[in-house]
């Protein structure tokens, strides 16, 4: 029964954090066949909308079992930290459709390549999560987490730098600028998930 009722929630942690995965490879795909945009969003989009039942779930299964594998906080957290991830990508993918940007910018798909990276790295250490033997694994991808996180900083400012300097559309400036903004912050918020796993890998040592 234990074993069933923890599997509620890792399960359920491992679900959302592989629609991220899904998300973020959509969005790049996105960026290298703009003109099926529209269809990818809505991908994606779906993609959103089974992350919030998901989360819905896990939060509804919060409130209703009185002994759970981690602590309510740290559930809590990380299912949040999560849907940020998965908010942040299809925040991404609806404003290159709504701002209709044309071609994708080559920065702009470095930075998704990123966010694929990080997603992929974070969805790896949330599965790890049920076996609490692997501390050593865990602590190394929260690590590789925030070296990921640290790489797509650099191609931020390297996107923002390009941007800004090419004596560009002041209009295009402001879109790709908001694109850019949630694409660091899908990174930022791996970062999260990962600094939580951190936090209860060494609670648990």
Not at 11 to 29: F, G, I, N, T
Not at 40 to 49: C, F, G, P, V, Y
Not at 85 to 97: F, P
Request: negative net charge; hydrophobic residues 45%.
């Amino acid at each position: 029964m234990g074993l069933t009722r923890d599997a509620v929630f890792f399960d359920a942690l491992a679900d959302h954090a592989q629609r991220s995965v899904a998300a973020s490879k959509l969005l790049l795909e996105m960026l290298d066949r703009i003109e099926d945009a529209p269809g990818l969003a809505k991908r994606i989009s779906d993609l959103e909308h089974e992350g919030d039942k998901i989360t819905h779930g896990c939060l509804a299964a919060l409130h209703q079992t009185w002994i759970t594998p981690l602590d309510r906080e740290e559930i809590h957290a990380l299912i949040t930290r999560l849907d940020d991830v998965l908010d942040c990508i299809d925040a991404a993918s609806m404003r290159i459709v709504l701002f209709e940007v044309g071609g994708a910018l080559p920065e702009a798909r470095e930075l998704a390549q990123a966010v694929v990276d990080a997603c992929t790295v974070m969805s790896s250490a949330v599965q790890s999560l049920k076996d609490m033997k692997r501390q050593p694994d865990l602590l190394a991808l929260c690590v590789e987490i925030n070296e990921r996180e640290n790489a797509a900083d650099g191609l931020y400012r390297k996107a923002l730098a390009a941007l800004f300097k090419k004596g560009n559309d002041p209009l295009l400036v402001m879109k790709w600028r908001d694109i850019y903004d949630l694409l660091e912050n899908a990174t930022d918020r791996c970062e999260d998930v990962a600094n939580i796993i951190e936090g209860i890998v060494l609670e648990h040592a």
